[in-house]
């Protein structure tokens, strides 16, 4: 599999998370993402660190995201399809007055 965040390349579009299920045949050459998604609040030119991991036990990753730097350092998780994952799972790492972002790793 593959988790890829994607920091807009103009002052249009915003970034997104994408990800790509791999398979035994996956060539690693797939342009289509399984599942896409934008983050709420999601920011245009900063970008996101992303990471996949199981938090909760049942044996099935989910997304955590972090807002890059020049936001405050937002963390989110999200189900393997790019849904709120639960209603505690957005919190700030650090004080609302930080802006460096926030890397998130399992």
Same mark, same amino acid.
């Given at each position: 599999?593959?988790?890829?965040?994607?920091?807009?390349?103009?002052?249009?579009?915003?970034? =997104?998370?994408?990800?790509?299920?791999?398979?035994?045949?996956?060539? #690693?050459?797939? !342009? !289509?993402?399984?599942?896409? *998604?934008? $983050? $709420?609040?999601?920011?245009? =030119?900063?970008?996101?660190?992303?990471?996949?991991?199981?938090?909760?036990?049942?044996?099935?990753?989910?997304?955590?995201?972090?807002?890059? $730097?020049?936001?405050?350092?937002?963390?989110?998780?999200?189900?393997?399809? #790019? !849904?709120?994952?639960?209603?505690?799972?957005? *919190?700030?790492? *650090?004080?609302? =007055? *930080?802006? #460096?972002?926030? =890397?998130?790793?399992?």
């Amino acid at each position: 599999d593959a988790l890829v965040a994607r920091v807009a390349i103009d002052t249009l579009a915003i970034g =997104n998370v994408s990800l790509y299920h791999g398979a035994s045949g996956w060539s #690693g050459e797939e !342009t !289509t993402p399984d599942v896409q *998604f934008v $983050p $709420p609040q999601a920011p245009k =030119n900063h970008g996101w660190s992303v990471a996949a991991g199981n938090v909760d036990g049942d044996e099935i990753d989910e997304i955590i995201i972090g807002a890059g $730097p020049g936001r405050e350092a937002e963390v989110r998780v999200f189900s393997r399809y #790019g !849904t709120d994952y639960m209603q505690d799972s957005v *919190f700030q790492a *650090f004080a609302k =007055n *930080f802006k #460096g972002g926030v =890397n998130v790793g399992i």
